[in-house]
T-cell receptor
Framework: AQSVTQPDIHITVSEGASLELRCNYS??????LFWYVQSPGQGLQLLLK??????LVQGIKGFEAEFKRSQSSFNLRKPSVHWSDAAEYFC????????????FGAGTTVTVRA | GAVVSQHPSWVICKSGTSVKIECRSL??????MFWYRQFPKQSLMLMAT?????????EQGVEKDKFLINHASLTLSTLTVTSAHPEDSSFYIC?????????????FGPGTRLTVL
């Protein structure tokens, strides 16, 4: 079964600064990879996804992520953070074969200071 | 496209009552839907996989008699929390699976906040 680790529980970043959220996964093959954002009391919004092809993936809201097979990582980046980016971010990994279940990381809370 | 709705968005009930939550895929058909539970400040935990026309598959530790799942059509799955107690208070999120572009993908509903008094 697949698993996901998000090493950073909480990150505080200044508005306008760059942001990088880490995600490491464990899976026997190349998985499907996702980043979601969740505002308080809200559902999940998909930021970006990786299925195959170009390992640098562009998403919504100016986010991008890079799949690195050698490091089993799928880190999320944004060059300049806005106050509205304060939220909970979840990395998820899905099985490419079989039951297609998703496994979520524990999440990283992003706080943006003025 | 690929919109999933949940109803209700929030519900408050008394201990001992049952609560039904609906998950609908609005613009696509989904043979498989998933139900997740999220406690405050925690991640999503998969509760069960709902398959149209068959019994749901529950994850280890989830009581199937407590959380009844019915997937009666290709656009609707329901989760009924039976004899709810305060410890069942949580945020319940569903997703519906769609196959497009050569791969499966889950589309998430907005969630249902359940508070049991």
């Amino acid at each position: 079964a697949q698993s996901v680790t998000q090493p950073d529980i909480h990150i505080t970043v200044s508005e306008g600064a760059s942001l990088e959220l880490r995600c490491n996964y464990s899976y026997g093959a190349t998985p499907y990879l996702f980043w979601y954002v969740q505002s308080p009391g809200q559902g999940l919004q998909l930021l970006l996804k990786y299925f195959s092809g170009d390992t640098l993936v562009q998403g919504i809201k100016g986010f991008e992520a890079e799949f690195k097979r050698s490091q089993s990582s799928f880190n999320l980046r944004k060059p300049s953070v806005h106050w509205s980016d304060a939220a909970e971010y979840f990395c998820a990994v899905g099985a490419r074969y079989g039951d297609y279940k998703l496994s979520f990381g524990a999440g990283t809370t992003v706080t943006v200071r003025a | 496209g690929a919109v999933v709705s949940q109803h209700p968005s929030w519900v408050i009930c008394k201990s001992g009552t049952s609560v039904k939550i609906e998950c609908r895929s609005l613009d696509f058909q989904a043979t498989t839907m998933f139900w997740y539970r999220q406690f405050p400040k925690q991640s999503l935990m998969l509760m069960a996989t709902s398959n149209e026309g068959s019994k749901a598959t529950y994850e280890q530790g989830v009581e199937k008699d407590k959380f009844l799942i019915n997937h009666a059509s290709l656009t609707l799955s329901t989760l009924t929390v039976t004899s709810a107690h305060p410890e069942d208070s949580s945020f319940y999120i569903c997703s519906a699976e769609s196959f497009s572009g050569g791969h499966n993908e889950q589309f998430f509903g907005p969630g249902t906040r359940l508070t049991v008094l």
